[in-house]
């Protein structure tokens, strides 16, 4: 069972970035699926939640609500988090996770700078 988080990088304010979250070893179907994220020296903050089945229902945090929008490729056992309008406060690792399961990924790194 893994999962892969990529997409991170360098962005300026007000960019746009998307992270993506590739599954393996179990299929993202009927589950809760989630992004949290670890800004420098503060704890976990849960970023967006999905559930995966046919009725998919999606959530997100009131820091990220109307710039983050989740969705998933089920051909490719996908997620995405498309991140646009970023600020200095998004700067987090990004870890995606199946949490009732305690699946997590290595995480991605997001820098929000100029």
């Known amino acids: 069972v893994q999962l892969v988080e990529s997409g991170g990088g360098l962005v300026q304010p007000g960019g746009s970035l998307r992270l993506s979250c590739a599954a393996s070893g179990f299929t993202l179907s009927n589950i809760w699926m989630h992004w949290v994220r670890q800004a420098p020296g503060k704890g976990l903050e849960w970023v967006s939640s999905?559930?995966?089945?046919?009725?998919?229902?999606?959530y997100y945090a009131d820091s990220v609500k109307g710039r983050f929008t989740l969705s998933r490729d089920n051909a490719k056992n996908t997620l995405y988090l498309q991140m646009n309008r970023l600020n200095t406060e998004d700067t987090a690792l990004y870890y995606c996770?199946?949490?009732?399961?305690?699946?997590w990924g290595q995480g991605t790194q997001v820098t929000v700078s100029s």
């Open positions: 999905i559930y995966t089945g046919d009725r998919s229902e999606t």
């Open positions: 996770a199946f949490i009732s399961a305690n699946y």
